[in-house]
């Protein structure tokens, strides 16, 4: 204490302690230390007793408590709050503390206290010869065991330390230190005294965070944490951006591993590894990392002696291997007299009249000692120490056990697990009781999976023999005792072994659970990957939906085609893409090209006839009108757009039917050009949209009358779509796919009245029956029957097909015909919105740019334009699609419409409009302004909501707080039906997901506190707190995760200001975007005035690609100088990761 009085002394007003919610100087700390050692003096507590403390981890009452004990001449006896009942009422009973503090303004009195021993307990303070804490380690012998560690050999530890670490530039009052341990271990002692002896702050950070391990890296950012300790494995998960501000990084618990001492030990920051046994006053040892030779854990400090011996206890030479042995002024003691004579007996050898044995084998050599690892039962999991004597200790404790030892296996998966095996005593041994009286007694992590055993092998000396126990597992989880092993069929075999090697256990029962026996998502997923060998179309939604191994081997066989036997995969040969047709198709890339760059060049053939004629520009090159107005039809106009790629399909797939070919051979070739010139022609888009069921005819396909085809047709024309049909957005109807080296080519073929969600994708000869429906998000392999309901992937019958349209009279021919009209019309109209705001930049670049002879001679008045150019361009884009998207809003209710009236030409432009947003202000998608962008657009958006770029009819959507919409999400989607279409509100909760490509439907909701995962589509009931996988939606079990709020859903001010100053450099691209735009413009218009518009239109395909190639590349350059190598691992959304991302 006198240490931290020093530190007060000199830094008073520095911050000593701030939780996040508090910040106290030293002075205020010293203050509340005295007036809460005034309350334990007052209710009978003082010098030579020990005070249990049992307050919750990070909150500033903990460390007061904890100082203001030390400060009477108490010991503080730690339990985590977190611990069993039963765990700490066994601690503080073995400690005989006088009292417990929980937390609260209320001090108890100790029973046995009179006012006598009231008054003594006040006469003086803390002396070196007090003992500061008593913390309980695992014990071998199923008690845990009290070490006390007095104040003389804590405060030698403190300083020791301090003459260590950071000699050049010691800690101060502008550091801060993490505080992320449980003051139930005694490396919490370490960072508490980091912070006290050098009057820097003491930071806590929130224990459910620092369990998670990757979150806390971004934490320390935001917290400015200059100094941490810990263990190795968590700082591995941390990305090394999180630790750009730390200073001084010290390890200890565990070994640490090379690589990781080489990734972190960069200049600018210290780094230690650390050992010592909480006998030896926390540290023994240190040794500084400087990223290469091995890994030490060094010298001793200060006062602590140390020594490696052999089994006779001799020391051992250099380079040997013997068991470290500790003396000196850190040595604390057992409170079990035997154990302490026991482990600290002397060692006259060296003169000691006390040493600690610590089990752990080191290499001696004088440069420092290398650790190799322990010598008794002591092991690590997790990085935590664990003593196997007291899991033994807990299992032998259950009824019916008869004998039972614990270890630490590796499953062929590469899991890390405790197994508890039990000998039965009787057959009236449960294991699921058994697990949960465990749960009640042992914290969490100590908690083993349980197995029978007939008996436990044992050494000759009569202990266990831990190295002999069964692996893998023969039964375990819920498993009966007696069970005897299956004798399966050879493919449920197969299944039972895949199933071994991923949880690490041999299946004894048809009824054992994939959860029960550990399983999770992650493993769900190595199980689907292993069973695909054999069973190529089963699923992880199988696997949650029929967790039972017996019905997931009915579901495996299920999967299989009629008559087709589970087998290994046969040995298969792909060969590689041909060298000519990677020539080819490079080599195409020129000429298909040349179909965009026209479009830039009657743009600009266009302005340069403008400039000439109505600004003076003498030098720009003209053209007659006439060729601009054939270039506008042929290469701009909806129509010709469309021409060109009918032209093309026909000419290039004639005589192509269903069948199969070669990969890279003439028919494959030929698709991939047709398809090609389709995409770079622009045949399909906004101001088209209307017109895609004749250019489906065009293109060959059979189209009936009143259909509704709103997705992209097949250029191979093998489409028929019966009277009536109808087809929602984002369908795949191309009818090809690639095997390895063969391309499916087939016909779809959808029935009169039949309609297909969605997002489905209908595969080559899928055939979809009279009035059949197919949900959104289906996969629809082969034939669905006529009146058939089907969904899923692959879609399989959910009953029968339900239409329940309003009974009104049919629409008249005359009246269907002139709202064509105006889909066209109208279509056409919101196509003109970025040629607008095309117009308006143009505008703001004409203002520099006056009085220039050419665009090419005014390079430099160009360069200056470009910003506020792209910043006009931009806003008029965001404001014509706003007040549009408004207009289109007015009216919008709950119903069903017809396709071809008001209300549905609004719905449908709606989505087209917003669609069309999401590549023109992309910007502002996946930002801080996307909730607001929303809202503004007639969305209810609540507070904290992150959205991306959703597809939504905002009138019809309500997004709850603190709700998440990832990328390309559908909400509140139109459907379709018989010429009808149908909108309704869709809600989704307060903080639930909906992942990416995710569907809420109209109508449906996503409950509170729910997920729905990516691909998947929102159930028609769910409850609160629900996951959900697939289409349709099968429930998912989930785990909870522990995060940090600052972090996720309520980040401080400082990240959203740091946040946003991030997102304002997206206006970066969008110069980029007009910068290259000028550049192509640049290029053909020097091309024009050098030669001619006919050599542009030749070299058009070259300008383009090299635009391309310049995009491609600014994007390589900022992925590298913004984010460099991306490595596996979890990020909060509220971390510079994400944002530079």
């Known amino acids: 204490m006198a240490i931290l009085a020093d530190s007060a002394a000199r830094f008073p007003e520095a911050s000593a302690l701030d939780d996040g919610r508090r910040s106290l100087s030293y002075a205020d700390l010293m203050a509340a230390v005295r007036a809460k050692g005034r309350e334990l003096q007052a209710a009978g507590l003082g010098a030579g007793d020990r ?26 006896v730690p339990v985590d709050a977190d611990d069993p009942e039963e765990r700490a009422r066994l601690v503080f009973v073995e400690a005989g503390v006088a009292a417990v503090l929980t937390g609260g303004d209320e001090v108890p009195v100790p029973e046995t206290r009179t006012a006598e021993d009231r008054a ?66 005694d490396a919490s002692c370490e960072e508490m005294w980091l912070a006290w002896r050098h009057g820097a702050c003491l930071v806590p950070a929130p224990r459910a965070l620092v369990r998670t391990g990757t979150d806390l890296g971004p934490w320390l950012i935001s917290h400015g944490i200059t100094a941490v300790s810990t263990v190795p494995t968590l700082a591995a998960l941390w990305p090394a951006e999180s630790l750009e501000s730390v200073r001084l990084l010290i390890f200890g618990g565990e070994a640490c591993p090379p690589e990781l001492a080489e990734r972190l030990a960069v200049p600018g920051r210290e780094v230690w590894n650390t050992y010592g046994p909480t006998e030896a006053t926390v540290v023994a040892c240190a040794a500084p990392l400087g990223g290469h030779g091995p890994v030490r854990i060094g010298l001793p400090l200060d006062g602590w002696d140390l020594a490696v011996v052999d089994a006779e206890g001799l020391p051992v030479g250099e380079g040997d291997i013997g068991e470290l042995i500790i003396g000196g002024v850190g040595l604390a003691r057992y409170l079990d007299p035997d154990m302490d004579r026991e482990k600290y007996a002397p060692m006259p050898s060296f003169g000691w009249q006390r040493a600690y044995r610590s089990g752990d084998l080191v290499r001696y050599e004088a440069a420092g000692l290398i650790f190799m690892g322990r010598a008794d039962e002591q092991v690590k999991l997790g990085g935590r120490r664990i003593e196997l004597g007291e899991i033994d200790a807990a299992l032998q404790s259950l009824s019916h056990v008869a004998g039972a030892a614990a270890a630490v296996r590796t499953t062929a998966a590469g899991n890390q697990i405790l197994v508890g095996y039990l000998a039965a005593a009787d057959a009236d041994l449960d294991l699921v009781a058994a697990r949960g009286l465990l749960a009640a007694s042992l914290p969490a992590p100590l908690i083993p999976l349980l197995t029978v055993v007939d008996s436990l092998p044992t050494k000759t000396s009569g202990k266990v023999d831990r190295h002999a126990l069964p692996w893998p597992l023969t039964g375990s989880g819920a498993a009966e005792a007696d069970a005897a092993p299956l004798n399966l069929p050879e493919d449920a075999a197969w299944v039972a072994e895949q199933w071994a090697a991923v949880l690490g256990s041999q299946v004894t029962g048809l009824d054992a659970d994939f959860f029960a026996y550990g399983g999770g998502s992650l493993s769900a997923a190595q199980l689907v990957s292993a069973l695909r060998v054999r069973y190529p179309i089963i699923t992880v939604a199988d696997i949650y939906a029929t967790p039972r191994i017996g019905a997931l081997i009915d579901v495996a066989r299920q999967s299989l085609p009629d008559g087709v036997a589970a087998g290994p995969a046969p040995v298969r040969t792909v060969r590689p893409t ?57 290469f701009v106009s909806p129509a010709g757009r469309m021409l060109i790629s009918v032209a093309a399909a026909r000419f290039l797939l004639r005589k192509v039917g269903p069948g199969t070919y070669p990969r890279s051979g003439r028919v494959h070739l030929r698709l991939w050009l047709a398809e090609q010139i389709q995409d770079l022609a622009g045949a399909i888009s906004l101001a088209s949209a209307p017109w895609v069921p004749y250019y489906a005819r065009a293109l060959g396909a059979s189209i009936g009358n009143n259909v509704q085809l709103h997705s992209l047709p097949p250029v191979t024309g093998l489409l028929s779509l019966g009277s009536g049909s109808n087809v929602e957005p984002e369908v795949d109807l191309s009818g090809w796919w690639i095997d390895g080296d063969v391309v499916h080519i087939g016909a779809v073929r959808i029935g009169a009245g039949a309609s297909v969600g969605a997002r489905s994708t209908l595969m080559p000869g899928a055939s979809i029956g009279v009035g059949a429906q197919v949900e959104p998000g289906s996969a629809v392999l082969g034939k669905v029957k006529a009146g058939h309901h089907v ?40 196509a003109l919105i970025p040629y607008v705001s095309a117009a308006a930049a143009a505008l703001v670049v004409f203002g520099f740019i006056r009085g220039s002879e050419s665009l090419s001679a005014a390079v430099p008045q160009l360069l200056l334009a470009l910003a506020p150019a792209a910043l006009v361009w931009f806003l008029v884009n965001l404001l014509l699609i706003l007040v549009t998207t408004r207009l289109l809003g007015i009216g919008l209710a709950e119903g069903y419409y017809r396709v071809r009236s008001r209300i549905g030409w609004q719905v449908w432009a709606t989505e087209r409009v917003l669609d069309l947003a999401r590549d023109l202000l992309f910007p502002i998608y996946a930002s801080l302004f996307t909730p607001v962008w929303l809202r503004l657009l007639g969305a209810k958006i609540g507070k904290n909501v992150e959205a991306s770029t959703v597809l939504l009819i905002p009138k019809m959507t309500t997004v709850g707080e603190g709700a998440f919409l990832a990328d390309d999400t559908m909400v509140a989607s139109y459907e379709l039906d018989g010429g009808w279409l149908r909108i309704a509100p869709a809600k989704i909760g307060k903080r639930s997901f909906l992942g990416n490509s995710g569907m809420t439907a109209a109508g449906r909701n996503v409950p509170k506190n729910s997920l729905v995962a990516v691909l998947s589509a929102t159930p028609a009931k769910a409850k609160s707190g629900t996951s959900w996988l697939g289409s349709p939606p099968v429930r998912l079990r989930r785990t909870a995760i522990a995060s940090d709020d600052t972090r996720t859903y309520q980040p401080p001010r400082r990240l959203r200001f740091a946040r946003s100053l991030w997102e304002l450099g997206r206006f970066v691209p969008v110069v980029m975007t007009v910068l290259i735009a000028a550049g192509v413009l640049l290029a053909f218009d020097w091309l024009a005035a050098t030669y001619n518009y006919g050599i542009a239109a030749a070299l058009g395909g070259v300008v383009m690609l090299l635009a391309g190639a310049v995009a491609a590349g600014s994007a390589v350059v900022a992925k590298w100088v913004l984010v460099g190598r991306i490595r596996a691992g979890e990020h909060p959304l509220w971390s510079s990761f994400i944002w530079r991302n």
């Open 791 to 830: 969904a899923g992937s692959p879609a399989e019958r959910r009953g029968k097909a339900k239409h329940p349209l309003p009974d009104t009279p049919a629409e008249h021919r005359l009246i269907g015909r002139l709202w064509f009209a105006g889909f066209a019309l109208a279509s056409a109209a919101l």
């Open 578 to 634: 041909a060298f000519k047709s990677q020539v080819f198709q490079t080599l195409m890339g020129i000429p298909l090209h040349i179909l965009v760059g026209m479009r830039w060049l009657t743009y600009l053939m266009a302005a340069n006839n403008l400039l000439s004629a109505l600004a003076g520009f003498s030098a720009a090159p003209t053209i007659s009108w006439w060729w601009v107005a054939a270039s506008w039809l042929v």
């Open 120 to 185: 003594e307990a006040v006469r003086r303070f803390a002396e070196p010869g007090d003992d500061a804490w008593v913390i309980f380690t695992s014990g071998s012998t199923g008690t845990p065991k009290g070490v006390a560690v007095q104040h003389r050999s804590a405060a030698a530890f403190v300083d020791a330390e301090a003459r260590i670490f950071l000699q050049e530039e010691p800690l101060g009052p502008q550091d801060r230190v993490l505080a992320g341990l449980s003051v139930a271990f």
């Open 51 to 76: 005070v249990g403390v049992r307050i919750p981890s990070g909150t500033t009452e903990l460390y007061i408590s904890i100082l203001a004990i030390l400060h009477i001449g108490a010991a503080y």
